[in-house]
């Protein structure tokens, strides 16, 4: 039974940093892609950034040079800089055993949502 839990929203003034995290648990997580996505009310989720060892990092463009995704062991990070208003949303990390050319942002399959794992969200919400 995979176990995906995020923590480290909270508010953030524009400019400002946070770092989301997301301790798996459940199963050995070993070869699987691992994202980052976000929702506002309103909008369809989107991908923010994956990760995989043996592909480079893939990120949104609205977040390149600001957002760096990582993980250690058992935990995801989500290091976020430069916050601006429009980073504001619930923040998911998510993982499937996808192969290497379908672990970046664009190529992440959006019809296989309901067959990932994924957390239960931690809110970012940023302010002037």
């Known amino acids: 039974q995979s176990h995906l839990v995020e923590s480290g929203g909270g508010s953030a003034q524009v400019g400002g940093s946070l770092r989301l995290s997301c301790v798996l648990s459940?199963?050995?997580?070993?070869?699987?892609?691992m994202a980052w996505f976000r929702q506002s009310p309103g909008k369809e989720r989107e991908g923010v950034a994956t990760?995989?060892?043996?592909?480079p990092n893939s990120y949104a463009d609205s977040v390149k040079g600001r957002f760096t995704i990582s993980r250690v062991g058992n935990v995801l990070y989500l290091q976020m800089n430069n916050l601006t208003p429009e980073d504001s949303a619930m923040y998911y990390c998510?993982?499937?055993?996808?192969?290497?050319?379908?672990?970046?942002?664009?190529?992440?399959?959006?019809?296989?949502?309901?067959?990932?794992?994924w957390g239960q969200g931690t809110q970012v919400t940023v302010s002037s």
């Open positions: 990760t995989y060892d043996a592909v």
């Open positions: 998510a993982a499937d055993r996808y192969a290497p050319q379908y672990c970046t942002v664009a190529a992440w399959p959006r019809d296989e949502y309901d067959h990932n794992d």
């Open positions: 459940g199963r050995t997580y070993d070869r699987y892609c």
